[in-house]
Every structure is written in structure tokens, then in C-alpha cells.
């Protein structure tokens, strides 16, 4: 079991930046970060070993966003820039042993999530 805590999402103006933020209570596992927009389903952004900071994107991840780790903490961080309104979402962390998982159903353990809202 691994608890899995996010933060860092609000209320932003388009053109704006955000630090998503997900502490993890265990160092042996892959996070993934996932976003939900109203109405949709949950999408793949990327993901990382927390061993060895490997990554590797999904579909949706751009130019736009970036993931890095800070090893003492066992944090992950999602920078996402140049928000744009259609990057509104509920942006969850999972937790995964299995490297490369793109899936939600692979992701045995989630984080409450933290809503992003891109508004002027």
C-alpha cells in the first residue's frame, strides 16, 4: 500500500504556469501523472521511476509540460506552462510497479487529485 498526496493546482489565467506536486509515502514505484476534463475520461500524461527518474510520455503530454523528482521526498512534480483552458482538469498522481503502464487500470494506487482550472 502507498499513499499518495497532490497539491499545487487553482484557478489560472490562460498563458499562465503550474507546479503539480505528488509526495509519495514509498521510493519503489513509477508515478504517473493523469488528468480527467469535465466530462472525460482519465488520460496518461507521463510517468517516472522514482528509483532512477527514467520517464516516459503519453499522448497528451506536450512541449508545454515537464516532470522532474526531488529524491529526499519522494516527489514528483508536474510543471505544466502556458495553461491554456482547455487544460482544465482534475489532475490525479498514481502509483504503479509496473514501469511503462500508460493505463489507469494499472495504476493500483491513486492520490484524491487536484483540480486545475484555466479561466480569464
Known amino acids: 500500500q502507498v499513499q499518495l498526496v497532490e497539491s499545487g493546482g487553482g484557478l489560472v489565467q490562460p498563458g499562465g504556469s503550474l507546479r503539480l506536486s505528488c509526495a509519495s509515502s514509498?521510493?519503489?514505484?513509477?508515478l504517473g501523472w493523469f488528468r480527467q476534463p469535465p466530462g472525460h475520461g482519465r488520460e496518461f500524461i507521463m510517468g517516472m521511476r522514482l528509483s532512477d527518474g527514467s520517464t516516459y510520455l503519453g499522448d497528451s503530454a506536450k512541449g508545454r509540460i515537464t516532470i522532474s523528482r526531488e529524491n529526499a521526498k519522494n516527489t514528483v512534480y508536474l510543471q505544466i506552462n502556458d495553461l491554456q483552458p482547455e487544460d482544465t482538469a482534475v489532475y490525479y498522481c498514481a502509483a504503479t510497479s509496473n514501469y511503462g503502464a500508460t493505463w489507469a487500470a494499472d495504476f493500483p494506487f491513486w492520490g484524491h487529485g487536484t483540480q486545475v482550472t484555466v479561466s480569464s
Open positions: 514509498g521510493s519503489t514505484y513509477t
